[in-house]
């Protein structure tokens, strides 16, 4: 017969497992048969060793069928089980160089698109103070050149309006928005966001191992998150019944604000904390950085 062999570093897949597990039961139930036939006494022995691989077969089998089932979720590769973490916990895991890759280039992005704010917004202050100049010169100037100047103001201030939709865009373009879509108001919700200027980009919740509506309103979100974006996302969800606040500090969720966080299932992981008056009072105003959400967050949590 020739000789089955397992190597454990050869084993690189979840689904590997279940046929380790096989050969393994043919690998013990055939040492047990083998020595049961050449044994000759005591008779004992050879009846325990027949009735041993009798009893291996069901349980073997009964393991395999927990494995297929309680443990399925852990049985998948590991791109699949990140997908399957993201969608039950509602953070990000990321597991592949490729999706590491791609995560840094969205932070990329995000700071590309940062730089880009910054330099319409420095165009847009030199366009106000132009078209300041040349209000102040049509004062003192004939009818002829102020008819030229009235001209140039209006293709000053049309400019204007579209830097500041731009700013808006490119502020928008850094965030990115997953919505639970078993909450009985993501519809609503997602048209409320929609009339705002802002979208869901993806969705979790019925994709989920288990899927179930969420037993707290909890907004959660990472670094690199305009503090504007988070405003006028608390401010619409709190219409919905959003209570909950939740900051992670993971890599994998920089600019990511999730509505409907599955976070409470993580025991492990840092909880959120009430949307009180306190954040709220800090979230809007003008003056608030992130890290001024985040440190009051922290605070909550000590």
Not at 238 to 243: A, C, L
Not at 244 to 256: L, M, S, V, W
Not at 264 to 285: F, S, T
Request: proline share 5%; with cysteine; hydrophobic share 40%.
């Amino acid at each position: 017969m020739t000789e089955s062999k397992i190597t454990p570093d050869k084993i690189t897949k979840p689904i590997q497992l279940l046929g380790a597990w096989l050969a393994g039961l043919i690998l013990v139930n055939g040492s047990f048969l083998t020595t049961a036939s050449v044994l000759s006494d005591p008779q004992w022995l050879r009846s325990t060793l027949v009735i041993a691989s009798v009893c291996n077969v069901p349980l073997f089998l009964f393991c395999l069928f927990l494995l297929q089932t309680k443990f399925r979720p852990e049985m998948q590769e590991d791109t699949f089980y990140s997908k399957y973490l993201e969608q039950n916990t509602g953070k990000m895991v990321v597991s592949s160089p490729v999706e590491t890759g791609m995560q840094q280039l969205r932070l990329e992005l995000a700071e590309s698109n940062q730089r880009y704010v910054e330099m319409i917004s420095g165009l847009d202050a030199g366009l106000k103070a132009l078209a300041l100049e040349i209000s102040m010169a049509k004062t003192n100037g004939d009818q002829v050149q102020s008819d030229k100047l009235a001209e140039v103001v209006k293709v000053l201030a049309r400019s204007a309006q579209t830097i500041e939709r731009s700013k808006e865009r490119a502020t928008d373009a850094t965030v990115k928005i997953a919505g639970n879509d078993l909450l009985p108001e993501f519809t609503q919700l997602r048209k409320e966001l929609r009339r705002k200027g802002l979208s869901i980009d993806r969705t979790f919740g019925s994709s989920s191992h288990e899927p179930e509506v969420p037993k707290f309103r909890i907004i959660g979100f990472g670094t690199s998150v305009p503090v504007e974006i988070l405003r006028r996302v608390v401010s619409i969800c709190r219409n919905y019944g959003f209570d909950r606040i939740h900051f992670t500090p993971r890599d994998q969720n920089a600019g990511h604000i999730y509505i409907g966080s599955y976070i409470y299932k993580a025991p492990d992981e840092p909880q959120p904390v009430p949307l009180d008056d306190e954040v709220l009072e800090l979230l809007n105003a003008d003056d608030t950085e992130l890290e001024d959400v985040i440190a009051a967050i922290e605070n909550k949590r000590l």
